[in-house]
């Protein structure tokens, strides 16, 4: 199996590295200079030299939809994973001949999300709170956070479309939605031009009420979960690996590597159930306009 990972940022050393140690053929795709990894600079030499099986696009988000262009154009025929979101912004997936064009939004694959997922298949939720942030100079510690993309709304950042992950597996879970508004902006002192603040409802068939809160205030970092069901209340804490149902909790170890591995092991052996489709992907992208639109026209937003 032999792969090209295209942008070589956090998230993509990510990739590369989790790949490898699957036993992987890895090369990489930047503009980076002097990496120890097989490196090239163009899409076709990468291509024509590796003629890969699998393709992981994981540049800067505004550039996404350029790239999925360009293998397109070239003929590639294998599958390619996106990382969330799909794009900055709503476009039409270009005509292609992939395998399989895939979206990574990996905490479908964490354990405990597949663990409630298997709960409220039984047991249909009633309310779904959700809270995740983290304080936005300290989500990278070796980067400045005014030069990150996240700082910057033209290249997709803004904590709605960092934070997606969010928005994407309680559709998965819990969806789908047929009305939404939100409050969300720019609020605090951070020094960037994008949304730092989102606080969204939506409603649907199957959950009346669900509650979305995510930030990129928050000193002591939190991803968490709270459902009520018709019998039980269950809280899951994606950090701390904690998963409570009323007063009885366990605790499962997570590493930060695991999700992504098993979502690359779910691709390389066409094990579609959990994966996030590309249609799913783009309407995740409908749902962040839609909150957007419920923002500036304080009104309630219905597909």
Not at 17 to 41: A, C, H, N, P
């Amino acid at each position: 199996m032999r792969a090209v990972v295209i942008g070589y940022g956090s998230i993509g050393a990510r990739h590369v590295g989790i790949l490898k140690k699957m036993g992987v053929d890895v090369s990489v795709l930047t503009k980076q200079k002097g990496l120890s990894e097989r490196t090239f600079y163009s899409l076709k030499d990468a291509l024509g030299f590796e003629s890969p099986d699998y393709v992981i696009i994981a540049n800067k988000t505004y550039e996404h939809y350029s790239t999925l262009s360009d293998l397109a154009e070239i003929g590639f025929e294998g599958t390619v994973l996106v990382e969330k979101p799909l794009f900055h912004q709503i476009h039409n997936p270009p005509q292609n001949k992939f395998k399989d064009v895939w979206v990574g939004y990996n905490l479908r694959f964490h354990p405990l999300i597949q663990k409630l997922r298997r709960i409220i298949q039984k047991e249909p939720a009633i309310t779904v709170h959700v809270v995740a942030g983290q304080y936005l100079p300290h989500w990278r510690p070796a980067v400045d956070y005014h030069s990150s993309y996240s700082a910057r709304r033209q290249e997709g950042g803004g904590v709605l479309r960092d934070l997606s992950h969010e928005l994407d597996y309680v559709t998965w879970l819990f969806g789908p939605w047929k009305r939404i508004t939100a409050l969300g902006g720019h609020f605090s002192p951070l020094e960037i031009d994008s949304d730092d603040v989102f606080s969204i409802m939506m409603s649907g068939d199957n959950c009346p009420i669900v509650n979305i809160q995510i930030n990129y205030l928050e000193r002591f970092p939190r991803r968490e979960l709270l459902i009520n069901t018709a019998n039980n209340s269950i809280k899951v804490d994606l950090i701390e690996g904690r998963f409570q149902v009323n007063h009885e909790a366990v605790q499962e170890k997570v590493e930060l590597n695991d999700t992504y591995r098993v979502q690359h092991d779910a691709v390389l052996n066409n094990t579609t159930d959990s994966l996030c489709s590309l249609e799913e992907g783009m309407n995740r992208m409908r749902l962040i306009n839609f909150a957007e639109q419920a923002v500036e026209d304080k009104v309630w937003v219905t597909p």
